[in-house]
């Protein structure tokens, strides 16, 4: 069972104890198991977090702020949510791919052999340039300033042609399938696809 930190005996006019310090070392160094609780915020800046985990985490008033996970020095995307890294794909940052097999293909509604899948397999937006090492976020909020055709604020765009979204549906109502929401005029969206064709 984890241990807790005591700090009833600390107060002015007593003497601070080794183990008054040792305690904080060995919690933070993992040496002990600790039980911590913290009010308030926790900012982690400037070193990136590895080996995290959260388990029967809660989010106060049900907010939960998504950070960014990217392992790309560029951050034109700026991924924050759900990123998958499957694959060994060698991908376009911003543009958006379906999963099949092992492979991320571009989803293009104008090539017969790919509308199957880019219309019913799981979608992604490449973070980076490669599927296994940057990832492919499948569902969150990214900045997208690469594509072409998003629509306005507040209303759903449609996966289109050569890996990009169009605010207007196909034309063939067989192919039409939402991508997500356009939240900000600067290319901000919430890319949450639908997961089937209409």
Known sequence: MAKTFISASISTGNTIEAGHVTQSSDAFTGTEAYDITISGSLNIIGAPISNFTASRASFTNGIQSFTSTASIADLIVDPRGDILKAGNTTTTPGLCYFLSGSNFIEANLGASSTVSGSMNNLLGIAVGTNSGTDGMLVKGFCNHNLNTGQ???GKRFYVDSNGRF???PN???TLVRIAGYTI???GKIYFN??????
């Open 184 to 186: 900000e005029g600067n």
């Open 171 to 173: 034309s063939d109502p």
């Open 166 to 168: 169009s605010g207007t």
């Open 193 to 198: 696809p639908q997961h089937t064709n209409l």
């Open 151 to 153: 629509a306005e604020v």
